[in-house]
């Protein structure tokens, strides 16, 4: 891929910039998605915009490092959504909002060093949903994007979506999801997929129903909310905590225990596991007394987390 740029002398950021699309457009054929850059071409021009064209992305300067890699990344990610593979991204932009941000993530802590480990997502997607008090913006990801305008767009098109990709990598495990993801490009390269070729396309290639992970992640009114709802401990036996799913959405589960001598263990369960029910136990049969349960949300960000955490009374 020839890779070129265009800015002005006295640009701060961009003499490093070519450097930068170098890594990425490599980061992308190579590991994540790990599929072939589409173009031969690749033009990233220094004007006054974060905005993506086939075979060049126009990208304004930025203070900060991070935030350059970020954009850089993101736009550059465009070209294999909506242009290698077409989407309607004025009805559907979470296929390719989604996907660009998912990707932007995947590349800044890959192929850099970001100094600032929340710069990209799923840092911006955290702090949006904590900022974010109306929940009247939080509808389903199927939601046709032209209807969310104003203020429900970047809420549920970026980092919803690309939360959504992360939990179905958890959930097929990354092998599987990246045969998926890359059989998705080459049936619908040059065409123009909707959201059920999207769909329809992961559950052939996984030879999995995953519908009931379609439906809870992108038609139901629902959210990321789990809460532990009882802890039994059992003097020089099993213990056992159990973990509900109160908002809905099938994430992937850590829960950190901390131990009397002040260890820490973290027990995980893939996505899964909810989709026949809503209460899962975890077991625990260590020598040590548990004293803290907790469950992170660093990646599925909950916004109720007072349920996030039991203490032993002293
Ligand atoms: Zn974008």
């Known amino acids: 891929v020839f890779i070129h740029t265009a800015y002005q002398p006295n640009s701060v950021d961009f003499p490093e910039a070519a450097d930068m699309a ?6 992308f054929a190579r590991k994540m998605p790990g599929y072939p850059f589409p173009y031969p071409n690749l033009t990233v021009f220094n004007g006054h915009s974060m905005m993506e064209y086939p075979m060049m ?11 350059v890699i970020a954009l850089i990344t993101h736009e550059i990610a465009h070209q294999y959504a909506p242009f290698m593979i077409g989407v309607n991204e004025s009805r559907y932009a979470w296929m390719d909002e989604g996907w660009a941000t998912f990707l932007e993530y995947h590349a800044s802590y890959g192929a850099f060093p970001l100094s600032d480990s929340m710069a990209t997502f799923p840092g911006y997607y955290q702090r949006k949903v904590k900022a974010t008090t109306d929940a009247s913006f939080d509808l389903p990801l199927y939601t046709p994007t032209d209807l969310l305008f104003p203020n429900g767009y970047g809420f549920n098109s970026y980092g919803k979506a690309a939360t ?33 070729d999207f769909f329809y396309t992961f559950n052939d290639c996984s ?46 589960i ?9 260890s820490q263990e973290v027990l995980r369960a893939n996505p899964k596991v909810w989709r026949d029910r809503s209460v899962v136990s975890f077991y625990y049969g260590g020598d040590q007394r548990i004293v803290e349960a907790r469950l992170l949300d660093d990646w599925y960000v909950d916004p109720v987390p007072e349920d996030n955490l039991w203490r032993a009374a002293d």
């Open 254 to 262: 850590e829960l950190r225990l901390t131990l009397a001598d002040g």
């Open 207 to 252: 030879g999995k129903d995953l519908d009931w992970f379609w439906k809870a992640w992108f038609f139901e009114y629902n959210r990321i909310d789990l809460a532990i709802t009882g802890v039994e401990l059992q003097d020089g036996g099993i213990d056992r905590i159990e973990v509900t799913n109160r908002g809905g959405k099938p994430v992937p």
């Open 22 to 27: 170098r890594k990425t457009v490599e980061y």
């Open 164 to 196: 959504a990709y992360t939990a179905l990598k958890e959930l097929l495990g990354e092998e599987e999801f990246k045969r998926c993801l890359h059989e998705y490009f080459r049936r619908w390269t040059g065409k123009h997929p909707v959201a059920h």
């Open 57 to 67: 992305v126009n990208d304004v300067s930025l203070d900060n490092t991070d935030d």
